[in-house]
């Protein structure tokens, strides 16, 4: 083959390999989760949600283009004792019948750096609890694992990426009980998330 006519079919490969993959984040085996605490003076609550969702686009050439939708229905939130979790799916909490979902849409990633698979970077997106959204920046890191679906999913072949972040915010700032009980419920929620979400090959 002639050097003129390598060149394009070189640029083709390139940019095939560059392209942005959607990672779905529906987690077949049932264990992304988000972890909440709330640490008041007289009591700790802590809890989980697991019903999670959502979509990120994500290109291992180009990890700053990053964007994506996270959605945690607000049912799937849960504490140990089965009285604080009537409160907190009530309407004077965090009223899920008429909230049911919980959502941070990231639209840019600042402070990125990579090295090897991971990402590290801050993400600034529109986060909405309680009917409330407010823009705010969350340290993340992303891990991008290729070809790894299989290890995790038996019988699928695709990619893995893996989301982790950890921030705070007040639930005052989303209405919920604003200035009440502080000495039983932090007027701060700590939140962590870590999720996988794969690419299936095609």
Do not use: C
Not at 154 to 174: T, Y
Request: hydrophobic letters at 45%.
């Amino acid at each position: 083959m002639k050097l003129n006519h390598l060149i394009p079919l070189l640029g083709l490969t390139s940019a095939a390999y560059a392209a942005p993959q959607t990672f779905d984040f529906k987690d077949p085996k049932g264990v992304n989760n988000v972890v909440f605490k709330l640490d008041a003076p007289l009591e700790a609550i802590n809890g989980s949600a697991s019903a999670i969702t959502g979509t990120v686009s994500f290109d291992p050439a180009n990890p700053a283009a990053t964007t994506g939708k996270i959605v945690v229905a607000s049912e799937s939130l849960t504490v140990p004792n089965p009285m604080q979790k009537e409160h907190l799916h009530g309407a004077n909490w965090l009223d899920v019948a008429k909230y049911p979902e919980i959502t941070f849409a990231a639209k840019s990633l600042a402070k990125v750096n990579t090295e090897g698979s991971v990402t590290t970077a801050e993400a600034t997106g529109t986060f909405t609890l309680h009917g409330v959204s407010k823009e705010i920046t969350v340290p993340i890191k992303l891990t991008y694992l290729a070809d790894k679906l299989s290890a995790r999913v038996p019988n699928l072949k695709g990619d893995l990426l893996v989301i982790r972040a950890n921030f705070i915010i007040n639930r005052e700032d989303f209405n919920i009980q604003k200035g009440q009980y502080e000495d039983k419920v932090s007027p701060t929620i700590d939140l962590s998330l870590s999720i996988a979400g794969a690419a299936i090959a095609k």
